[in-house]
């Protein structure tokens, strides 16, 4: 069924090369979101852990604004799990992408269609990804607030 050359002209692997850079330089930039995302994930967790001790020894109006608080770190740590996952899922895929370039030279084949339909894939996932984490940082821009009772606050003189 597929005709196998073991030995590829070295003109052939470089253009097998140049072709497989582009997704390499993709995977390139996940990497960089991913680390981004590790690095939200790790503030919002050391938020929440900051404020569970508070949380703990509050009482009333106060015990509820650290609850509401841990609420949204808690919606905030999925949703970055989620742009997470969709990342890697991209990254897997453009990295089949990659194995399927050398293999179809490798075996002489067409696998043109399912090279296109993983590179497709990925860009969904690492679309879905990006939207997700755009939903992340307008949740976190909505939560960072002044309360007002803070605004209004006046320091008594002689205190």
């Not at 850079?21 to 690095?39: K, R, T």
């Not at 050391?46 to 608080?69: M, Q, V």
């Amino acid at each position: 069924m597929f005709e196998s050359s073991p030995d590829l002209s070295v003109n052939t692997v470089g253009e097998i090369v140049r072709l497989a850079l582009a997704p390499v330089f993709l995977l390139s930039g996940i990497g960089a979101f991913l680390n981004v995302l590790a690095s939200r994930l790790s503030r919002i967790v050391d938020r929440s852990r900051d404020i569970e001790p508070l949380l703990l020894a509050s009482r009333g109006a106060e015990h509820d604004r650290w609850i509401a608080d841990l609420k949204v770190l808690d919606r905030r740590m999925s949703l970055i799990s989620w742009a997470t996952a969709l990342s890697v899922t991209s990254a897997v895929l453009t990295c089949l992408v990659v194995v399927l370039l050398f293999a179809a030279n490798l075996i002489r084949t067409h696998l043109g269609n399912p090279i296109a339909l993983l590179f497709i894939g990925s860009m969904l996932s690492i679309g879905a990804g990006f939207a997700v984490f755009l939903l992340e940082t307008a949740i976190a821009a909505r939560a960072v607030r002044v309360r007002s009772d803070l605004l209004q606050h006046r320091v008594e003189e002689g205190e």
